[in-house]
């Protein structure tokens, strides 16, 4: 019932929204906006600071990071959540003034649009109106120093707002939270003139490793001034650190992935994908849960209306996992099945079996996976199976070392055992 009232008050907050942008009173949007912040329980009441950072929030993963950090110091800015559907109902009027606000169920399909293809007027507009909108945000805040922090820097329609920001002076920071992606993915991205416009609007970037540092100084070498390795902040919920356990090998998680990973954005790959080893991933895994001495968990994200739905019907026995984020789940597991994703780079520092498939007909979409040690690449469906049921009812002593992929993991990670060193780069990175 509760959920019910607070989706309606949203709904209601959204309709006042949209008519501050039909009828251009970017005063009131600023205003809807400050009412609509929010601060999770942990991070109220715990900064003294006059700095206030307004974060774009993305609900999973990168909230993670920042209660890690939270949770043992309070020299923190005031971080305050902004809801990005705020921003995409704002790029939606400005995108086509025709369509009514009743069709905002297509907001979930935003991100598709990019800025740059709007007509020039109408960016124009909408970079004029999110200026005003932030002029006002920060007269609201008059006696706070107003930041504004956000985890992506290719979701193209918030680049208004983040022009916004510049406009008035109001400092733009980005914490990268995509920092894992294959060699070709990394090339295009460094190349790409709309990332280097959109890395133009930010002074300063937080990355958690070396390669994805290199990428950015190759995209403009202006971003060598204003970036910086923190490291990854989940490594302080990883259990690799803990004494060791000896334990039967039972739980397996396959931990879904989005199948266009691995592949740049851009139309010439719009074909490509990962979609046949998916597939069969499921075939594998509905066969083995025949077996009942194992517990199999499949771990998706299932709310992104953009990720790939395999018609493989899963077997009932196999327990889906759709809400909350992947590490209490490869925590548990024994062994765990992935493929692009930083929960199966995560899996390899938790000291885990980890298995990477590789069923496609085209072998060259193999230069497209992430760099794993080739040791832990499957290639043939039947040679998966056995190297599962070749572990069944094992004792083994976890967390492994995982020896073979020392290398993946310091290309990932960096020093990742530095957790405190790691917590006082965020902490820097915000405050600074």
């Keep these: 019932m509760k959920k019910k009232i607070y989706d309606v008050y949203l709904f209601i907050h959204h309709c006042f929204l949209f008519f501050s942008c039909y009828f251009n009173f970017p005063k009131v949007c600023a205003y809807l906006i400050k009412i609509s912040l929010f601060q999770p329980k942990l991070f109220r009441n715990k900064s003294k600071s006059k700095k206030i950072i307004i974060i774009l929030d993305r609900v999973l993963g990168a909230r993670q990071d920042l209660e890690i950090v939270q949770k ?17 109902l704002v790029f939606f009027h400005f995108m086509n003034k025709k369509k009514l606000f009743f069709n905002y169920a297509k907001l979930s399909h935003t991100n598709r649009f990019n800025y740059y293809d709007l007509d020039k007027s109408d960016r124009m507009q909408l970079e004029k109106f999110w200026t005003e909108v932030i002029y006002y945000l920060k007269k609201f805040f008059k006696h706070n120093k107003l930041n504004f922090l956000t985890f992506t820097y290719f979701y193209s329609t918030e680049y208004p707002l983040y022009a916004g920001c510049n406009n008035n002076n109001v400092p733009l920071k980005l914490w990268n939270k995509e920092c894992f992606a294959s060699e070709p993915d990394l090339l295009y991205r460094s190349k790409s003139q709309q990332f280097k416009r959109a890395s133009e609007y930010f002074q300063k970037i937080s990355v958690y490793n070396e390669p994805m540092k290199k990428m950015f100084v190759n995209m403009n070498i202006n971003n060598l001034k204003k970036i910086e390795v923190t490291g990854y902040p989940k490594v ?17 998680l396959f931990l879904s992935f989005d199948p266009k990973l691995g592949f740049p954005m851009k139309k010439k790959y719009e074909n490509l994908n990962f979609n046949l080893t998916y597939d069969k991933i499921i075939k594998i895994l509905n066969k083995i849960s025949n077996n009942k001495q194992f517990k199999i968990f499949i771990k998706r994200k299932n709310k992104n209306p953009m990720l ?6 899963i077997d009932n026995k196999i327990k889906v996992i759709e809400v909350g984020n992947a590490t209490k789940y490869i925590n548990e597991a024994d062994i765990v099945i992935g493929l692009n994703s930083s929960s199966t780079l995560e899996a390899l520092i938790n000291g885990k079996y980890v298995f990477v498939p590789f069923f496609e007909k085209n072998l060259s979409k193999k230069k497209y996976l992430y760099k794993f040690n080739k040791e832990i690449i499957i290639h043939n469906e039947k040679k998966l199976e056995k190297k599962i049921l070749n572990l069944y009812d094992k004792s083994v002593l976890f967390p492994l070392e995982n020896q073979d992929s020392r290398k993946t993991i310091k290309y990932y990670f960096g020093d990742f055992k530095n957790e405190k060193k790691i917590k006082l780069n965020c902490i820097k990175f915000l405050n600074n």
């Design 308 to 313: 790939y739905k395999s018609n493989i019907k």
């Design 236 to 252: 302080a919920d990883f259990i690799n650190k803990s004494k060791k356990t000896k334990k039967k090998i039972t739980n397996i």
């Design 72 to 88: 043992d110091t309070n020299k923190l800015p005031q971080l305050k959540f902004m809801r990005r559907k705020l921003i995409k």
